[in-house]
């Protein structure tokens, strides 16, 4: 497509459950990052990628969170035993190199019950 | 984590005025990205700049990349009903040896027609 795509755009699960949330960046595009937004928050950086490296990963809030990157395109990011201060609205961007703006997918809404 | 100062955090005005918000910051950057959110969607890139004192603009908008590199301001004149969302400012810090973003907090504007 001609966007960044994200899916699922709405995921509901238990506490507990392992979740993961996937990225499709725009085609050609080596650098990918994720944010992560709380209700009527800024968003908070998660990880960046550039290729299939993690130059960054600084951002991810505990060792529960980790993302991968394969072929170069598509991302997962996995939350493994969530908790309800995950529930959050989780947003992919890619850009065409590391010094390029980023360009945004609308995001995962995250809901732990 | 880290994020950017940005002000006014919310603003009502009134259809065909000019509103003006700005991000500061102690840091120094090498870009500043200015992009809007609407609800339920991704952030949109407005505006890319990437050199000190540089003046660009997009429409109505016009940003600014400030001469000390601490700070951007984006200005948009004769305002609309559809310019209500929220608007963030992203830095890219320099020698930093990372190239992840810091986003402002957010300003929210709401156009009263």
């Known amino acids: 497509g001609a966007g960044v795509s994200q899916s699922p755009s709405n995921k509901v699960t238990e506490k507990g459950k392992d979740v993961e949330l996937r990225c499709d960046p725009i085609?050609?595009?080596?650098?990918l990052y994720w944010y992560r937004q709380s209700l009527g928050q800024g968003l908070e950086f998660l990880i960046y990628?550039?290729?299939?490296?993690?130059?960054?990963k600084s951002g991810l809030p505990s060792d529960r969170f980790s993302a991968e990157r394969t072929g170069g395109s598509v991302s997962t990011l996995t939350i493994q035993r969530t908790q309800q201060e995950d529930s959050a609205v989780y947003l992919c961007?890619?850009?065409?190199?590391?010094?390029?703006?980023?360009?945004f997918g609308d995001g995962t809404r995250l809901s732990i019950l | 984590g880290q994020q950017l100062n940005q002000s006014p955090q919310s603003m009502f005005i009134q259809e065909g005025e000019d509103v003006s918000m700005n991000c500061t910051s102690s840091?120094?950057?090498?870009?500043w990205l200015w992009y809007k959110q609407d609800p339920g969607e991704g952030p949109v890139l407005l505006i890319a700049?990437?050199?000190?004192?540089e003046l660009t603009s997009n429409g109505r908008l016009t940003a600014q990349f400030g001469i000390t590199r601490k700070d951007s301001f984006l200005n948009i004149s004769a305002s609309i009903p559809s310019d209500v969302g929220i608007y963030f400012c992203?830095?890219?810090?320099?020698?930093?040896?990372?190239?992840?973003?810091?986003f402002g907090t957010g300003t929210r504007l709401k156009v009263l027609a």
């Open positions: 085609s050609g595009h080596t650098a």
């Open positions: 961007a890619s850009s065409s190199s590391i010094n390029q703006p980023q360009h």
């Open positions: 990628f550039q290729g299939n490296s993690a130059p960054d």
């Open positions: 700049l990437y050199k000190a004192g």
């Open positions: 992203a830095g890219q810090l320099k020698g930093s040896g990372t190239y992840k973003y810091i």
């Open positions: 840091s120094i950057f090498n870009t």
